[in-house]
């Protein structure tokens, strides 16, 4: 299916977005056993026009809120969470270049995306130090490797990072993934999220313009700057809650067609054990726990995003809280149901090919590279003295 209607009206985008997930779907176990890009759902991607879908109507894009974006990015996760991930990355990417650059440099990125069907990806990661910029008399040079370069592969715009020599200095920029020099490894080959391309890159003397220096404001400087971290966490909660949204969808469909009762419950059909109403009563209550603070903490980073510079640091804080428990209950909950989904599915769900191991395999790997523990010291630290959370690149 090739969906090429550029996307303006409202609701037009999750529209296409449930279509393409249909299609997304159909491949996802297979495309997990194999790893590598997604290339076909990139594509497809670029040709339904979501690419555009954060961008304002005035540089040709559909000008959506981050609900609206967070939706299409839920939407997809439900199928196949790598998609979900390149495509809520390339987002974050726009929004990085917004919030950290000057409109002299955003506004033709953003035309161009539009225009050309750009995907941005990300070899950002300020936690790898290993990439070290060198400055010149009208140019930078960046060198090294760097690591969790998710979606980089198949794009058209990277937004790196690099330590400048000397001073430490965290240094970002935005240039063509195509500039000589940049390497891009197919090395990513973890147990979940497969196909996110989350492997390295190597900078090998990179020329970076000054133009293309992110600095002004730059990352964390002002409270707008700070809602780049949120918009990230925010991000994963809801691929968290779309691939436990899917899990739910599939463990439903083995439950009704495939799954036999046990001999013990004395029933002729799965769906009359009580044990079994009694595990789906919960996933329920904890789906729409997540959903209704998913959406919640949504409407707040809508509320921040549209006050701009205007946006003041308690403001900010609020919505940090809001998404630290949403993604706390997304953490949870969506763990919990896709390990216990296989207790209502039924041993035939557990067949190698379905691979219905892969919602657990990569909610857990996204879960991983931001602990829990450490949300809820913040979030103990709001409830018991009401000190919001210190801005960081990664909260």
Same mark, same amino acid.
């Given at each position: 299916?090739?969906?090429?209607?550029?996307?303006?009206?409202?609701?037009?985008?999750?529209?296409?977005?449930?279509?393409?997930?249909?299609? =997304?779907?159909?491949?996802?176990?297979?495309?997990?056993? $194999?790893?590598?890009?997604?290339?076909? !759902? /990139?594509?497809?991607?670029?040709?339904?026009?979501?690419?555009?879908?954060?961008?304002?109507?005035? %540089?040709?894009?559909?000008?959506?809120?981050? #609900?609206?974006?967070? /939706?299409?990015?839920?939407?997809?996760?439900?199928?196949?969470?790598?998609?979900?991930?390149?495509?809520?990355?390339?987002?974050?990417?726009?929004?990085?270049?917004?919030?950290?650059?000057?409109?002299? $440099?955003?506004?033709?990125?953003?035309?161009? &995306?539009?225009?050309?069907?750009?995907?941005?990806?990300?070899?950002?990661?300020?936690?790898?130090?290993?990439?070290?910029?060198?400055? =010149?008399?009208?140019?930078? !040079?960046?060198?090294?490797?760097?690591?969790?370069?998710?979606?980089?592969?198949?794009?058209?715009?990277?937004?790196?990072?690099?330590? $400048?020599?000397?001073?430490?200095? +965290?240094?970002?920029?935005?240039?063509? &993934?195509?500039?000589?020099?940049?390497?891009?490894?197919?090395?990513?080959?973890?147990?979940? #999220? /497969?196909?996110?391309?989350?492997?390295?890159?190597?900078?090998?003397?990179?020329?970076? !313009?000054?133009?293309?220096?992110?600095? #002004?404001?730059?990352?964390?400087?002002?409270?707008?700057?700070?809602?780049?971290? +949120?918009?990230? #966490?925010?991000?994963?909660?809801?691929?968290?809650?779309?691939?436990?949204?899917?899990?739910?969808? !599939?463990?439903?469909? %083995?439950?009704?067609?495939?799954?036999?009762?046990?001999?013990?419950?004395?029933?002729?059909?799965?769906?009359?054990?009580?044990?079994?109403?009694?595990?789906?009563?919960?996933?329920?209550?904890?789906?729409?726990?997540?959903?209704?603070?998913?959406?919640?903490?949504?409407?707040?980073?809508?509320?921040?995003?549209?006050?701009?510079?205007?946006?003041?640091?308690?403001?900010?804080?609020?919505?940090?809280?809001?998404?630290?428990?949403?993604?706390?209950?997304?953490?949870?909950?969506?763990?919990?149901?896709?390990?216990?989904?296989?207790?209502?599915?039924?041993?035939?769900?557990?067949?190698?090919?379905?691979?219905?191991?892969?919602?657990? /395999?990569?909610?857990?790997?996204?879960?991983?590279?931001?602990?829990?523990? %450490?949300?809820?010291?913040?979030?103990?630290?709001?409830?018991?003295?009401?000190?919001?959370?210190?801005?960081?690149? %990664?909260?």
């Amino acid at each position: 299916m090739s969906i090429t209607t550029p996307v303006y009206g409202p609701g037009d985008a999750l529209l296409i977005a449930q279509q393409l997930a249909q299609q =997304f779907a159909a491949t996802a176990a297979a495309r997990d056993d $194999q790893g590598g890009t997604p290339k076909a !759902e /990139r594509d497809a991607i670029r040709a339904s026009g979501l690419l555009g879908l954060s961008i304002a109507k005035q %540089y040709g894009g559909a000008g959506a809120d981050w #609900q609206e974006i967070l /939706r299409v990015v839920r939407e997809f996760a439900k199928a196949d969470s790598s998609v979900a991930h390149v495509f809520a990355f390339h987002h974050l990417m726009l929004a990085t270049v917004e919030l950290f650059g000057r409109p002299q $440099q955003w506004e033709p990125w953003h035309e161009k &995306t539009t225009r050309l069907n750009w995907f941005w990806g990300n070899a950002l990661n300020p936690l790898d130090e290993r990439t070290v910029c060198r400055t =010149f008399d009208h140019w930078l !040079e960046f060198s090294g490797p760097k690591s969790f370069c998710s979606g980089a592969l198949d794009s058209e715009m990277l937004v790196i990072s690099a330590i $400048q020599h000397g001073s430490g200095k +965290l240094v970002m920029a935005a240039v063509p &993934t195509g500039r000589s020099g940049i390497r891009l490894h197919q090395d990513w080959n973890n147990i979940g #999220q /497969r196909q996110t391309d989350s492997g390295s890159v190597h900078f090998e003397q990179v020329r970076v !313009e000054l133009n293309e220096i992110l600095d #002004q404001p730059g990352p964390l400087s002002t409270p707008r700057s700070c809602l780049r971290p +949120l918009i990230a #966490q925010l991000i994963l909660t809801n691929i968290y809650l779309g691939i436990a949204e899917g899990a739910f969808d !599939e463990a439903r469909h %083995y439950t009704l067609h495939e799954a036999r009762p046990w001999r013990a419950a004395q029933v002729d059909h799965t769906y009359e054990d009580p044990y079994i109403l009694s595990h789906y009563g919960e996933f329920w209550v904890g789906l729409e726990s997540v959903r209704a603070l998913t959406d919640k903490a949504g409407a707040r980073l809508v509320e921040a995003w549209a006050k701009g510079d205007a946006l003041t640091e308690n403001e900010r804080g609020e919505v940090a809280i809001s998404i630290a428990v949403a993604k706390i209950a997304a953490s949870r909950i969506g763990l919990d149901l896709t390990c216990r989904m296989f207790e209502v599915a039924g041993a035939r769900a557990t067949h190698a090919e379905l691979r219905l191991d892969r919602h657990w /395999r990569n909610l857990r790997t996204h879960t991983l590279h931001d602990p829990v523990d %450490y949300k809820l010291k913040e979030l103990g630290e709001w409830a018991l003295v009401h000190t919001y959370p210190k801005p960081t690149f %990664y909260s």
